[in-house]
């Protein structure tokens, strides 16, 4: 039996090229109907963890449609067991500098908005309301934009992307996600892997 433990962003993020067409619907339409013709096989099962099916439905507005009830039916939700599993302590250890060098980084571009602000503003105190927020807009996108990639880019960033490690080295399986954090951090793991694309062709061969 050949197990894989699939993350959100397969059907989000078109980059991942599963190869079953160009938008989120039918992506999950296409492989509903692999899995299920793959099933009978009995040599394959399709793995996700509670918390990723509960953000895969938040995308949607009526998570109670049939074609993601279908597809949720035919894929396992599993829970990984977290009390259990033996973490080496050199990932931990590499998970608290990180996070250290990360917020370190996240405080610094956070002191070089506040300075460009400052200088931006200096002699504007008479700006209205909308005038200045208006002036500020820009500003703030900028410090979100830098400050997500300082401290999520290529980390791990949610317990729902633990969640997907923890479940494939539980199960021997392989982890298939376009997520370069969880992608980095699985392979810190010893867990397999396998390219979004590879895992789209070999299921696309059950249709």
Request: hydrophobic share 40%; proline share 3%; glycine share 6%.
């Amino acid at each position: 039996m050949e197990y894989f433990v699939i993350d959100t962003n397969l059907f989000f993020n078109m980059e991942a090229k599963l190869g079953m067409g160009n938008d989120t619907e039918t992506i999950i339409r296409q492989l509903t109907a692999a899995i299920q013709h793959a099933q009978k096989t009995e040599k394959v099962a399709v793995l996700m963890p509670p918390r990723i099916v509960e953000e895969i439905k938040s995308f949607f507005e009526d998570p109670e449609q049939p074609f993601l009830q279908e597809f949720f039916a035919c894929i396992s939700v599993q829970s990984p067991d977290l009390l259990n599993l033996k973490i080496p302590a050199e990932l931990l250890a590499r998970y608290i500098e990180e996070s250290r060098l990360r917020a370190y980084r996240g405080m610094t571009i956070a002191e070089e908005e506040i300075a460009k602000t400052g200088t931006q503003f200096m002699g504007s105190e008479m700006l209205g309301k909308k005038e200045f927020q208006m002036s500020v807009g820009h500003i703030i996108k900028s410090f979100r934009e830098r400050f997500r990639n300082a401290t999520r880019t290529k980390f791990l960033d949610s317990v729902a992307d633990f969640d997907l490690i923890a479940l494939a080295m539980q199960k021997n399986a392989y982890l298939v996600t376009s997520d370069e954090g969880v992608t980095q951090w699985g392979r810190l793991c010893g867990v397999k892997e396998m390219d979004s694309q590879i895992f789209g062709k070999k299921m696309l061969k059950y249709l």
